[in-house]
């Protein structure tokens, strides 16, 4: 059950959910109100839960970092409106696809980010997959959406970092941007050794 606004406290699960009503979330605006997801200031703060949670949790924590492909000619070609309307879409999207749990974000223009507690490579590749394949086919006013998806993981004996879950997950985008974006690649932890990248092509 996804958790409302009238909630607070511990999911099944163990993450905690701040409810929109708290006067602390409020004071700071954590919302993205183009989307309706978090924006950066408040996955930033409430990451920080879920990273001090993860370092006592004995599961893998992943994270997804999604770049709309092209996006500045949807501006230039359809004008802004229409990509404000594609970024609402993208984000309604996300938070609809994704657990209750999960930590959905707009971080900035035309990214978003997914931190997934409780969640192994596997899975987490799964996910992304999806995610992919939902854009690609949601068509916002008739535009075509495509997504570069970028996921690394925290294995379990590694402390979970925001900075170098980023840097990964950024590095996994510009793989998957080379590769003809549209895909999905994995870049490894940076206190992971590097294994042979688990990835996606366009029709994956």
Known sequence: MR????????????????????????AM?????????YNRHGFSELAGIYL?????SPDSMSFLLLDL????????????????????AVGKLLVSE??????VARYGGEEFVVLLPHCGKKAAMKTARRLRKKTEHLCPAGIRVTTSIG????????SPDLDKMLKAADQAVYRAKK????????????????????????QG
Request: aromatic letters at 6%; one cysteine or more.
């Open 3 to 26: 958790t409302t606004g009238k909630q607070c406290g511990l999911t099944a699960t163990g993450v905690y959910q701040p409810s929109l009503r708290s006067p602390w979330l409020a």
């Open 29 to 37: 605006a954590v919302r993205d109100h183009l989307t309706g997801c």
């Open 52 to 56: 001090k949670q993860a370092r006592s």
């Open 69 to 88: 492909d092209l996006f500045k000619n949807i501006n230039d070609s359809f004008g802004h409106d229409m990509g404000d309307k594609v970024l609402s």
């Open 98 to 103: 994704c657990r209750s749990d999960d930590l």
């Open 151 to 158: 996921v690394t993981r925290v294995p379990k004996r590694c």
């Open 179 to 202: 590769k003809g974006r549209n895909c999905v690649r994995y870049c490894s932890y940076p206190d992971e050794p590097e294994k042979m990248p688990l990835s996606t092509t366009s």
